[in-house]
């Protein structure tokens, strides 16, 4: 995969401009029924976690793709783990 550093920009302020809140519910999806621009993202954005600047975690396991859930600052009770447990 070709880097997009624009994409890799606009992932990071995205990712820095959401509340505790919304971090705990937010999630990078690459679905193979995503438009391009929201694959794309999804997929730098998994590039950032593979190398640590972001935190959250995979989940495979989902049938349509591989899934970024970010951690709130209380991963411990972060929704996105609780939904998916």
Request: hydrophobic share 45%.
């Amino acid at each position: 995969m070709e880097r997009n550093w624009d994409v890799i920009r606009d992932v990071l302020i995205e990712v820095e401009s959401l509340t505790d809140e919304q971090r705990q519910d937010f999630v990078y999806a690459a679905s193979a029924d995503a438009d391009s621009v929201v694959r794309t993202k999804a997929k730098h954005a998994l590039l950032l976690f593979d190398v640590g600047f972001l935190s959250g975690h995979i989940a495979d396991y989902l049938e349509d793709g591989r899934h970024l859930m970010l951690h709130g600052p209380d991963v411990g009770r972060s929704r996105a783990i609780g939904d998916f447990a």
